[in-house]
């Protein structure tokens, strides 16, 4: 099967970890299956659509591991959408309302008000010509609606017309078209909404699988009937459950601190937030999983749930601690050149910190005190402080390796008679000016004995 998916965000904001779902679950899916990833900026709102938006859309998904095979901005193609409105025009399928926003509202409630669905009346189809000629004269300009086939002879008369597909994720749905609004595809002021665009570009570019939102299942109905009306056969749709804040509120470009950006900013690594982004609200258990190729070996859209999925930005937090811990050092290996951390004592430094580590920027801080030791003189008593000096007289020769620590401590031990936490405490925070951290008995060789006897309070 050729499968070919396509990820539509709009430029006029930072895209979040829901966003990230949607990407991922049509990347996996396209990967999975030898298929092609469209990247295509739904920005045919050029009020609101902006390049640096575009911009840090791309470098988010590369960072995550997503490089589209093509990328498209609509805003290019708008000689194809209005050559596919006239073609809709021609054939009697769109036509034009000039109705405002508080009158369609008004209608709504009066509809609601008579038991009735609050859909479109297509009023707008009774005009005549001189009406609409009335209308225009008063300065309205026409929005225009697609006409839905949900009927036999009378548009006025609407019937149950059922659109069925196998979702990709939701196995069988059904849409009755005779409950649905004809929706407007292009606005009063000539601008394209989403459908018109999305649907043209869906049949032009080849897409097979259309994944998003379960948020659009109703509108896959009106989609499919527009395909159809533009002589195209409709992609294979599939919905996955939305992400939600713990308290269950929907995610928005609004939600700033989950900005793919923002998770990047505060050390959140990227197969951290694809692990979470992909597993939660899915039948498999949320876990880390170490890179794209290993979550794409076992996707399937299917394995969504059908309700929505609650984010809890502490499991992100726990994932990342879990990739960074279990972390080889050959991955970490340019992460730590690019810091300047590429001496011999690499390898070795890195199995020794990455335990102790929420994200990677802190390796930092300990390279420096491995390196140069406590950034502040270490807070000890009088007593600890002479029980650290007597404690460095008694350091072994070198070579040291990894049993140091215990030749070093149980002589301590037998000439001070200090043992657990009155031995351990003072000699951490002489050597690394903290509480706690990693294993000093992996420290220890890294220090040197040279290293170790500098740090004499």
């Known amino acids: 099967m050729s499968v070919t998916v396509r990820f539509a965000p709009s430029p006029t904001g930072d895209i979040h970890i829901g966003n990230v779902r949607t990407a991922l679950f049509n990347w996996l899916h396209a990967r999975r299956h030898g298929g092609r990833f469209i990247l295509r900026f739904d920005d045919t709102d050029t009020q609101r659509s902006r390049q640096r938006h575009a911009d840090a859309i791309q470098a988010d998904l590369h960072w995550l591991g997503i490089d589209p095979d093509v990328t498209v901005h609509q805003s290019a193609r708008f000689a194809t959408y209005a050559a596919a409105v006239e073609r809709l025009k021609a054939a009697g399928l769109l036509y034009p309302c000039y109705e405002t ?3 369609l509202e008004r209608r709504r409630k009066l509809r609601l008000a008579r038991r ?8 707008a ?10 209308l225009e004269a008063e300065g309205r300009r026409p929005h225009w609606r697609f006409l839905l086939p949900n009927f036999a002879d009378d548009p006025q008369r609407p019937a149950r017309t059922e659109i069925t597909w196998d979702d990709i994720v939701r196995g069988p749905q059904t849409v009755d078209l005779a409950s649905l609004s004809d929706p407007v595809l292009v606005r009063a002021d000539g601008s394209y909404l989403y459908t018109l665009p999305s649907v043209v570009d869906d049949a032009e570019m080849g897409v097979s699988d259309v994944i998003r939102g379960d948020d659009h299942v109703t509108n896959t109905g009106a989609q499919i009937a527009l395909f159809r ?3 195209h056969t409709p992609p ?19 939600s700033g601190a989950l900005s793919v950006g923002a998770l990047r900013a505060a050390g959140i690594e990227p197969m951290a937030i694809a692990s979470l982004a992909v597993l939660i609200g899915t039948a498999r258990p949320v876990a880390p999983v170490a890179s794209l190729d ?3 070996r076992d996707f399937d859209p299917a394995m969504a749930s059908k309700s929505p999925a609650r984010f809890d930005p502490a499991e992100l937090e726990a994932l990342n601690r879990a990739l960074l811990h279990a972390m080889p050092f050959d991955a970490a290996a340019p992460r730590l050149a690019a810091l300047g951390i590429a001496d011999p004592r690499a390898a070795p430094f890195w199995l020794a910190v990455r335990g102790n580590l929420d994200s990677f920027s802190e390796v930092e801080d300990w390279w420096r005190i491995v390196t140069r030791g406590p950034q502040e003189t270490p807070a000890l008593s009088d007593d600890d402080r002479a029980f650290v000096r007597e404690a460095l007289a008694l350091l072994p020769p070198e070579p040291w390796d990894g049993t140091t620590w215990r030749v070093w401590t149980d002589a301590v031990k037998r000439a001070t008679g200090r043992e657990g936490r009155a031995l351990f405490l003072p000699l951490r925070l002489a050597l690394t000016g903290r509480p706690s951290g990693p294993e000093l008995a992996d420290l220890l060789p890294l220090l040197g004995r040279e290293g170790t006897l500098a740090r004499r309070p």
């Open 101 to 103: 926003p508080d009158e």
């Open 116 to 123: 009735l669905p609050p859909v479109y009346g297509r009023e």
């Open 125 to 134: 189809l009774m005009l005549d010509p001189a009406e609409r000629a009335r």
């Open 229 to 231: 009306a533009l002589g």
């Open 236 to 254: 294979r749709f599939g919905h996955h459950n939305l992400l939600t804040t713990a308290s269950g509120e929907g995610l928005s470009k609004r």
């Open 294 to 296: 290993a979550l794409a």
